[in-house]
Structures are given as C-alpha cells and as structure tokens.
C-alpha cells in the first residue's frame, strides 16, 4: 500500500512538471494563445483519473502562484492567476476533475477517452471565458454584462469554431 502512495505521488508531481513544459509550447491564435498544457492536462486526466490528475494541476497551479515561472511564456505569480488567463488556468481543475470522473465512471475506451476531454475543454473555455470577462471588467471599471460575456467567448473560441 506505500508503495502505491508513493507512486501515485511521483506521478503527480511528474504530470505538474509535464504540464509545465508543454506550457511554454504555444500557437499564438487571437488574445489567448492556444498552448500545450491544455493537451497536457487533458492527458494527464485520461490517464490518471480525477483524483490524480486535479492534484497534478493544482500543484501545477500552486507552483505558478507561488512564483516558480512555470505558465505559458516562463510566468508566474498570482497576477497571471487573476489576469486575462487565469480563468483558463483555473477551468484546468475543472477541466481534469470531468474528464477523469468520466472516465472513472465508464469504461476507458478511446470514444469515452475522446468524449471526456472535449467535455472537460468546455469546461476549461468556460471558465476561460468567465475569468476573460472579469479582467475585462476590473480593467475597464464597467458593470459586467451579458453582451460582454458573449462577445469574449465569441473572441475567445473563434479559433475554435468550423468555419461555415
């Protein structure tokens, strides 16, 4: 049973630190890069369940609050946190929480794997989109609204949207 505590918590720590490198992996798509942990927190969900996978990126988390440059662009501190990209970094742990209990409740099949990380990536964009809006709104000193909210997650996931 040590032995088992003691692997999951290398592997944690291992998924943070992956997270954190495929951080620094971006494709500068709009006002919000499209960056690598995203992929990074999906799989680490897919493979290590809900448990494991939201410890690994609240330490992922913790780590960059505390200062330890390890967001996208070698950042770090609780600015970022609070900030324009903070409400995505924050729907990480939403994200990995979903993605693995869905997971966990079902069998792990690659359309189950598939289905779990396009649920959990909603999660991440909705977050995103809420943490967007509130930047928006502490730097500008406006009163939050619904049309504020639409046109950041209409700017926000264009790159993501087909184009018809």
Do not use: W
């Amino acid at each position: 049973m040590r032995n088992e505590k003691l692997k999951f918590l290398i592997l944690d720590a291992l998924f943070a630190v992956i997270i954190a490198i495929l951080a620094q992996v971006a494709i500068p798509i709009g006002p919000i890069p499209f960056t690598g942990q995203t992929f990074a927190v999906g799989l680490a969900a897919t493979i290590l369940g809900a448990r494991h996978a939201t410890i690994s990126v609240f330490v992922y988390i913790l780590l960059g609050a505390i200062g330890i440059p390890v967001f996208q662009g070698m950042t770090a501190g609780l600015g970022i946190i609070v900030g324009i990209t903070g409400g995505y970094i924050i729907g990480f742990l939403a994200n990995t929480y979903l993605t693995g209990l869905i997971l966990d409740k079902t069998r792990y099949t690659t359309k189950m794997a598939i289905i779990a990380n396009i649920v959990g990536a909603m999660f991440t964009l909705l977050f995103g989109c809420c943490g967007s809006k509130s930047a928006q709104v502490c730097r500008f000193h406006n009163l939050s609204t619904l049309g504020l909210f639409l046109s950041s997650f209409l700017v926000l996931s264009r790159p993501f949207l087909p184009v018809f």
